[in-house]
């Protein structure tokens, strides 16, 4: 099981965004990418996985935030997903600060699994 964020972005987040947004999650971590599955990957200082992040995609279908989420965001909009180990609390943290700071730059709404 995950703990799960989603940043609806109402602007399409640029990689400088991206970045920031993820060293405001947790400034001591370091991050590794994982190309074949285009993954940003925060990594606590000790080396476990705080948060796995995916790249920004396009919300093309109408509704369709609404149908899987049940949330109301007018288009544009931009699903940037991530995913922390359940049961590690600063993990969770990392993934709401991490959407926090996303959505705080380009606009729109954050989204967890609880």
């Given at each position: 099981?995950?703990?799960?964020?989603?940043?609806?972005?109402?602007r399409?987040p640029?990689a400088?965004?991206?970045v920031?947004?993820?060293r405001?999650?947790?400034?001591?971590?370091?991050?590794?990418?994982?190309?074949?599955?285009?993954l940003?990957?925060?990594?606590?200082?000790?080396?476990?996985?705080?948060?796995?992040?995916?790249?920004?995609?396009?919300?093309?279908?109408?509704?369709?935030?609404?149908?899987?989420l049940?949330?109301?965001?007018?288009?544009?909009?931009?699903?940037?997903?991530?995913?922390?180990?359940e049961?590690d609390?600063?993990?969770?943290?990392?993934?709401?600060?991490?959407t926090?700071?996303?959505?705080?730059?380009?606009?729109?709404?954050?989204?967890?699994?609880?």
């Amino acid at each position: 099981m995950t703990f799960d964020v989603v940043g609806l972005c109402r602007r399409e987040p640029d990689a400088e965004t991206l970045v920031s947004a993820i060293r405001a999650a947790s400034p001591l971590s370091e991050v590794d990418t994982d190309e074949d599955r285009l993954l940003f990957l925060l990594r606590h200082p000790e080396g476990r996985l705080l948060l796995a992040i995916e790249s920004a995609r396009l919300v093309r279908a109408p509704g369709e935030v609404r149908r899987l989420l049940g949330v109301d965001v007018p288009p544009p909009v931009w699903w940037v997903e991530g995913r922390a180990p359940e049961g590690d609390s600063e993990a969770e943290t990392a993934a709401r600060r991490f959407t926090a700071a996303l959505v705080a730059a380009t606009g729109g709404e954050s989204w967890a699994s609880r």
